[in-house]
T-cell receptor, first 113, second 110 residues
């Protein structure tokens, strides 16, 4: 079945540093989504991408939909302690609400003040 | 608009028992998906319901089942619980590509 490779698995960075993580797939996706999950909570949607090459920002977060439609990256600028959590990418093969989302295994972010 | 509501938040069950989890989606959303999250396997897709019909199904045994009611609320049932079923069960509500998650139900099987 389809798989998403998300990297890195974990990051331990200094407060104020920029962060970059990415997801790659063997399949072409129509949609890429990025989520953040805090301990004991459900994932929260951060950014949604719908077109190849699309670059979208949400505050200090920026995500891009790869031109090949097989990859996406998420950048966090000037990290702060509340950025700690697990970040997941998710891809969808079909448009609209058709088809399940496939999730990466997550990138665990730890920030040292 | 209220978010996705899952009940209960926590459950402890004994091996061999069965359990039912509930999910109320965002008002107007007709698609509800269920995921199992464990530290080793990440988010694993269980099934998706749309307008009371199962539309997609993941690779889980038949002990895992679900249903959706006419008001879009969904329930997930796990029969003959095993220790390995201990996990965070997440429900996601969608009306387009974007999925919105509830807080999850933490199931512990002892």
């Amino acid at each position: 079945g389809q798989q998403l490779n998300q990297s890195p698995q974990s990051m331990f960075i200094q407060e104020g540093e920029d962060v970059s993580m990415n997801c790659t797939s063997s399949s072409i996706f129509n949609t890429w989504l990025w989520y953040k999950q805090d301990p004991g909570e459900g994932p929260v949607l951060l950014i949604a991408l719908y077109k190849a090459g699309e670059l979208t920002s949400n505050g200090r977060l920026t995500a891009q939909f790869g031109i090949t439609r097989k990859d996406s990256f998420l950048n966090i600028s000037a990290s702060i302690p509340s950025d700690v959590g697990i970040y997941f990418c998710a891809g969808q093969l079909h448009g609209g609400s058709q088809g399940n989302l496939i999730f990466g295994k997550g990138t665990k972010l730890s920030v040292k003040p | 608009k209220a978010g996705v509501t899952q009940t209960p938040r926590y459950l402890i069950k004994t091996r061999g028992q069965q359990v039912t989890l509930s999910c109320s989606p965002i008002s107007g959303h007709r698609s509800v998906s269920w995921y199992q999250q464990t530290p080793g396997q990440g988010l694993q897709f269980l099934f998706e319901y749309f307008s009371e019909t199962q539309r997609n199904k993941g690779n889980f045994p038949g002990r895992f089942s679900g249903r959706q009611f006419s008001n879009s609320r969904s329930e997930m049932n796990v029969s003959t619980l095993e220790l390995g079923d201990s996990a965070l069960y997440l429900c996601a509500s969608r009306d387009a590509a974007e999925a919105f998650f509830g807080q999850g139900t933490r199931l512990t099987v002892v």
